[in-house]
């Protein structure tokens, strides 16, 4: 009865639903986004370049190419390192499905590592056993993910990469502004080409930066840096220092002027795609980009909360004490009885998530035979993994909504 009355009231104090992510959209980003629309340039102007040099300081790379979503962002990743059918690429189950997809755009085939049941991250010492269990050349590339927010151990594998003569995507799409401590206690940024050769963001909307869609791949690189930016536009350039046909051909066989290369002319040097980002996307990333300290803050206060409440219950695992570096895009833990909560907390309109179904899992995954039971870890956490709400506007009283909930379920 007592449970019956505490529910009623929680239904009418809290009317709005409690998603497990949600975008911040101010009044400046609205007036940035409106500032584009008035301007000249809808796409390809002044604030991709903008955004782009604001995104690398902020990460601690060198060069940023900003595309139109992580998925895109991959699959350039994956072209510009040369992935062709025949290659085999590592990396996680427990990931969303495009960290394994690209491999597949390319003609590659995707194996997996299963995860630290710790960590939630791939195991090196699984990526290790593969790497052994055949001959060198038989891998071509890792793309570990800091999934969760949770920083992969970059100083580690790009030591096994070099071992082993491979090239590390970091799927950074979780972790703008993470960071991992290396072993000699120097932090280096997720994604700030430290140690991996490219990384990847996603800007959708439930991530630490939401342009609506949106991605950006990040590199020291100035080679891969030169290539991605001919990828991400049909392979062209309009740079006089990379063209390869004649001024004549340029000019239509005219006789040249003062050996000068006419305005209008472009090259297509590569087969490429239109993975451009939009001006005005990128304009709400220029804005939400000098808040994102502030939202970082607000996501690991509210996962030292959680923290603090499921420190003792017996009823919830997983994830539980400060984590350093962690840019906490999702508070996962694990629960007993989960479809059970989550049914409790969706009937309460909090709507937690299960992140993620094991790619291998999937169905198209199975024509190439993997299976249940081929990572017992990863397909372990997914019958129990469940993520709560996080995002920086979370307020306390609904996040204290969302642990009375949870709690009012296991009495
Ligand atoms: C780990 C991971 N990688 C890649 C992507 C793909 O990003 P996008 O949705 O921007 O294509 C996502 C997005 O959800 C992701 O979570």
Redesign the pocket.
């Known amino acids: 009865m007592l449970n019956l009355l505490i529910q009623i009231l929680n239904l009418i104090t809290m009317v709005k639903p409690i998603p497990y992510g949600r975008q911040n959209i101010t009044n400046d980003d609205i007036k940035a986004v409106v500032s584009v629309l008035k301007s000249d340039f809808l796409t390809q102007g002044p604030e991709i370049a903008k955004f782009e040099e604001a995104f690398a300081q902020y990460i601690g790379a060198k060069y940023a190419v900003a595309v139109s ?4 962002a ?1 699959h350039l990743c994956a072209l510009a390192l040369g992935v062709k059918p025949g290659d085999k690429v590592i990396t996680t189950p427990i ?2 499905a ?2 394994a997809n690209c491999v597949r755009y390319a003609g590659g085939d995707v194996a997996f590592a299963d995860i630290d049941p710790e960590t939630y991250l791939i195991d090196i010492k699984e990526v290790e056993k593969l790497l052994k269990a055949s001959p060198k050349g038989t891998y071509q590339g890792i793309i570990p ?1 800091d ?1 969760a927010g949770r920083p992969v151990n970059m100083e580690a594998f790009r030591k096994l990469a070099n071992e082993y003569g491979l090239w590390i995507i970091e ?1 950074a ?2 972790a703008p502004g993470g960071y991992l401590t290396d072993s000699k206690g120097n932090k280096h940024n997720c994604g700030n080409g430290d140690y991996a050769d490219l990384a ?1 963001f ?3 909307p439930v991530k630490h930066i939401a342009a609506g ?3 950006m791949i990040t590199t020291n690189d100035e080679n891969l840096y030169k290539k991605l930016q001919l990828l991400r536009t049909h392979g062209i350039t309009k740079d006089k220092t990379r063209f390869s046909n004649s001024i004549e051909l340029a000019n239509g066989q005219q006789p040249t002027a003062n050996g000068q290369w006419p305005e209008w002319y472009y090259e297509m040097q590569e087969l490429g795609f239109n993975y451009r980002l939009t001006d005005f996307q990128a304009a709400i990333g220029n804005s939400q980009l000098k808040r994102a300290d502030e939202g970082l803050k607000r996501r690991r206060e509210i996962a030292e909360k959680y923290n603090e409440n499921f420190r003792d219950k017996p009823y919830i695992f997983g994830q539980s004490g400060v984590v350093e570096g962690h840019a906490y895009h999702l508070y996962v833990v694990e629960v007993k009885d989960r479809k059970g909560l989550y049914e409790h907390l969706r009937k309460n309109k909090v709507f937690a998530q299960i992140h993620y179904v094991p790619v291998h899992l999937m169905p198209y995954y199975a024509q190439f035979g993997w299976k249940p039971s081929d990572f017992p870890n990863a397909e372990a956490y997914y019958q129990k993994c469940l993520s709560l709400p996080m995002f920086p506007t979370l307020s306390d009283d609904e996040q204290n909504f969302v642990i009375n909930t949870i709690e009012e379920f296991y009495a």
């Open positions: 979503n992580g998925t895109a991959l990931t969303f495009a960290s993910v999934f799927d799409c979780h990847i996603s800007f959708h869609e949106g991605g």
